[in-house]
């Protein structure tokens, strides 16, 4: 499956943004996904993943509140609502489906990567 993420870009802190990522496949619907970052220099983190039903969330601690990730079937993609932005939140973010693990926060747990998006939080 292929995972085209998008609707990064620069705001100030306390702003909002909403990522988007849309899959190229109709089995969607049995994937569970999550999202990543990674910042310059850092390793890539988890920050938030659903289940495939989209009945069960998991947030890491550094946006729990803030963060929010949902999943529309119908359209293939999976959404990632981030408000109260911080200039900490920057990073390239990575959408990610797994076929078999749901909610997990470890990377090799996912088969499938997105090729990233740019957020950039100013101070």
């Known amino acids: 499956v292929q995972l085209q993420a998008s609707g990064g870009g620069l705001v100030q802190a306390g702003g909002s943004l909403r990522l988007s990522c849309a899959a190229s496949e109709r089995t969607f619907s049995t994937y569970a996904m999550g999202w990543f970052r990674q910042a310059p220099g850092k390793e890539r983190e988890f920050v938030a993943a659903i289940s495939w039903s989209s009945g069960v969330t998991y947030y890491s601690n550094s946006v729990k509140g803030r963060f929010a990730i949902s999943k529309d079937n119908a359209k293939n993609t999976v959404y990632l609502q981030m408000n109260s932005l911080k200039p900490e939140d920057t990073a390239v973010y990575y959408c990610?489906?797994?076929?078999?693990?749901?909610?997990?926060?470890?990377?090799?747990?996912?088969?499938?990567w997105g090729q990233g998006t740019q957020v950039t939080v100013s101070s």
């Open positions: 990610a489906a797994s076929t078999y693990y749901s909610g997990s926060r470890f990377r090799n747990d996912y088969d499938y």
